[in-house]
């Protein structure tokens, strides 16, 4: 029960933010000329500062474990390249593809990754969680840039001097880079900085959900239900059974292994959603599967750390 208690309280406060925002637009008080000024400014202010400040903070030399930054990092790349090799037969256009991908691959790691560790495995276990958290984080927004890039327009092809110039431009890679360096680095911002930073840092994802429930509409998502729904299955049950699988049949447990589930069972990034919109990409698709994933994520990873703790592997 502490378990589903943690998972209600983690979920609903995201579920109660796309609410509020749906609300506040229904009643006049939100345009979408407002929502399209804030995303661009979540995208290119917000999120960055939120990313480089939570990067920042982790001592990422204390916690080092080659072999599981290669599991992680090596999953996250298959799995994205299967869904590049699979779902264009089942998917017909380019924005959908990209939007998808994304959705299915990318999950809301900086969110609900180092707080619901914490609360499993306390101040000592945390480690593994906050290792991954950088890696992560980068890995996530280069693969974006490229997915996004690579089926922007209508034919689907890899333009490197684009993807790589899209990558230096991408304001969340220069965030993440710079939180790398500082982290790294016996570098201290000072008092009044690092003050204004957390404040910033602190309304990139509250706001972003405001904005995808100001964005939701009924309308919008005629003919994507089946696509909404597989993503869903796919981000919630299939890549969690998959990677933890394999996971522990490598060896993986307690703290390791549950930074792992949490890292691929966790509902999609709520950034996804901003990139998409902001890179010419199915916005709409995009906020549907994080708004459906964060729904169900909920019974997910309560169901997942469920059955972990009961065979006592985490």
Avoid at 40 to 54: D, E, G, T, Y
Avoid at 158 to 177: C, R
Avoid at 180 to 206: C, M, Q, W, Y
Wanted: a positive charge.
């Amino acid at each position: 029960m502490s378990v589903f208690g943690f998972a209600f309280n983690g979920i609903t406060p995201l579920i109660l933010l796309v609410v509020l925002g749906y609300t506040v637009k229904r009643v006049g008080l939100l345009d979408q000329t407002t929502i399209d000024k804030v995303t661009k400014f979540l995208f290119q202010v917000a999120f960055p500062i939120s990313l480089f400040n939570s990067i920042y903070k982790i001592e990422i030399s204390d916690y080092f474990n080659p072999l599981l930054f290669a599991y992680a990092i090596g999953m996250i790349l298959l799995i994205v390249c299967v869904l590049m090799l699979v779902l264009p037969r089942f998917v017909p256009g380019n924005k959908q593809r990209g939007a998808m991908i994304q959705g299915i691959y990318r999950g809301n790691y900086l969110l609900l990754g180092y707080p619901l560790a914490l609360n499993l495995f306390g101040d000592t276990g945390v480690g593994p969680t906050a290792m991954l958290l950088p890696v992560v984080i980068f890995t996530y927004n280069v693969l974006a840039v490229f997915v996004l890039e690579f089926y922007r327009g209508e034919e689907s092809r890899i333009k490197p001097a684009k993807v790589i110039l899209g990558v230096a431009k991408n304001p969340l890679i220069i965030g993440a880079v710079i939180g790398v360096i500082f982290s790294l680095l016996p570098l201290e911002l000072p008092l009044f900085i690092s003050r204004t930073v957390d404040d910033v840092g602190k309304i990139a994802n509250p706001m972003a959900l405001i904005m995808l429930g100001g964005q939701f509409s009924w309308q919008r998502i005629s003919g994507k239900v089946n696509l909404i729904v597989w993503a869903t299955a796919l981000r919630e049950f299939a890549i969690p059974l998959l990677t933890t699988s394999g996971a522990i049949l490598l060896g993986f447990r307690g703290p390791e292994l549950g930074a792992l589930f949490i890292l691929f069972a966790s509902p999609t990034a709520v950034t996804s959603f901003i990139m998409a919109k902001t890179m010419d990409s199915d916005g709409d698709l995009a906020s549907q599967i994080v708004l459906a994933t964060t729904l169900t994520s909920g019974l997910s990873l309560f169901i997942g750390i469920y059955i972990l703790r009961a065979l006592a592997l985490i």
